[in-house]
């Protein structure tokens, strides 16, 4: 049978845009999977403070909640995970928006944010890159653990200044990743020496992490017309001894988050806080 000719012709432009949205929705079904998987064992597996990654999320929490101070309002956690901070935020008397787009683990979230009558949080499946609220309704935004899942940095950033009010802040997370190229050679070998070392299981990890440099995303935070207040370092940790030398890792660790105004302590700093305002 020949070819039927329909009469339709794409051009390049037009299947290359179709290309990346096929891999866009592709990437996002495979960050929700994973962490629909993951949301049972997020917070018992990631927040301690034996490892030194573990922590790393629980000095988040804590800085998290010490950049977060303003009067309440409406706030939106954005990658709420398991609701880490919701309890705290609804606590300090803010109206509080989670979302996420993992059901479960906004299940958890749920499950575990108590609260009544006017303080119920509000709970919501969202993609951050399209948040699901009107622009200019909220106080204040948390993006924690969030932008490494994301492809576009920029898109996000853009949606999380439209949904502040003017004169709003935002906490942001992100790696604080030096040689981004490097890094990604590394993550293999890092990966193994985990899992023969702490028997740390990496399934469902079939994606993609996007990490930028400092630099980059502070360009990305500049053209998304966000200004910087503030930028605080944590998950202090010497490559490679981390997982080597556990123990001695997590004492120099703490000894370094102490000094974390130092110059030299921040060279070994993994993880940056950046508080803007629109
Ligand atoms: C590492 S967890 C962080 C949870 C929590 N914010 C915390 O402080 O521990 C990342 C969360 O971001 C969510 N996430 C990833 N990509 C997302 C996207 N594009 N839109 C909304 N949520 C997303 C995941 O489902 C996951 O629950």
């Not at 049972?40 to 998290?64: F, I, K, P, W």
């Amino acid at each position: 049978m020949g070819k039927v000719d329909t009469g339709m012709k794409c051009t390049a432009e037009e299947v290359s845009v179709a290309e990346e949205t096929v891999q866009t929705v592709d990437h996002l079904q495979k960050v929700k999977d994973f962490h629909n998987a993951d949301a049972t064992r997020y917070r018992a597996e990631r927040y301690r403070s034996d490892t030194c990654e573990g922590l790393a999320y629980v000095t988040r929490r804590q800085m998290v909640l010490s950049l977060a101070d303003i009067e309440p309002g409406r706030v939106l956690d954005v990658g709420c995970g398991p609701g880490i901070l919701t309890r705290d935020l609804i606590h300090n008397g803010h109206v509080v928006y989670s979302a996420d787009l993992s059901m479960e683990m906004l299940r958890r979230a749920r499950e575990t944010a108590g609260g009544e009558g006017a303080s119920v949080p509000h709970f919501v499946v969202s993609d951050a890159s399209k948040i699901c609220f009107s622009g200019n309704r909220m106080d204040m935004v948390l993006s924690i653990g969030l932008m490494c899942y994301v492809k576009d940095h920029g898109g996000v950033l853009s949606e999380i200044r439209r949904v502040l009010k003017p004169g709003g802040v935002s906490v942001i997370q992100i790696n604080n990743i030096r040689w981004p190229v490097l890094y990604r050679t590394l993550i293999p070998l890092y990966r193994r020496l985990k899992a023969v070392t702490a028997g740390k299981n990496y399934d469902g990890l079939d994606f993609s992490f996007n990490f930028s440099s400092s630099k980059e995303f502070l360009g990305d935070i500049a053209r998304s017309g966000l200004e910087v207040l503030r930028v605080e370092h944590y998950d202090f940790r010497i490559p490679f001894v981390d997982i080597l030398l556990p123990r001695l890792s997590v004492a120099l660790g703490k000894l370094m988050f102490k000094n974390r105004s130092r110059r030299i302590c921040r060279l070994f700093a993994h993880g940056l806080l950046i508080k803007v305002k629109k």
